[in-house]
């Protein structure tokens, strides 16, 4: 027979959008107080004068839910797989413009 604590241990259901896990967490409220804080995502900040900035930015519903399915998937938050789509798009653009201006003889 399973272990009482195995039995009710925090198990959210694979695969839910952003707005599918906040409904879940509001319906399953017995779960808040069993939730392992050693299993968050701490972020530091940066030192004095780190030039970083947060944008904001309004997305619709269906591209912030594709692009969650494809972080779960790959095991990395949302922010990172967007931070690193970005990084990798962004040296793409760079490499293409370098090719676009070199003179051709």
Do not use: C
Request: proline content about 8%; charged content about 35%; aromatic content about 10%.
């Amino acid at each position: 027979m399973a272990d009482k604590s195995e039995k009710n241990k925090l198990r959210l259901p694979p695969g839910l959008s952003p707005a599918e896990e906040g409904e879940w967490w509001q319906q399953h409220r017995e779960y808040w107080d069993q939730f392992d804080e050693s299993e968050w995502e701490v972020h530091e900040p940066g030192p004095e004068g780190t030039n970083v900035r947060l944008p904001y930015m309004r997305l619709p519903v269906e591209l912030i839910d594709a692009i969650y399915k494809f972080a779960l998937a790959r095991d990395v938050s949302t922010l990172q797989l967007i931070q690193t789509w970005l990084e990798e798009r962004l040296e793409a653009e760079r490499k293409s413009d370098k090719r676009s201006r070199k003179p051709k003889h």
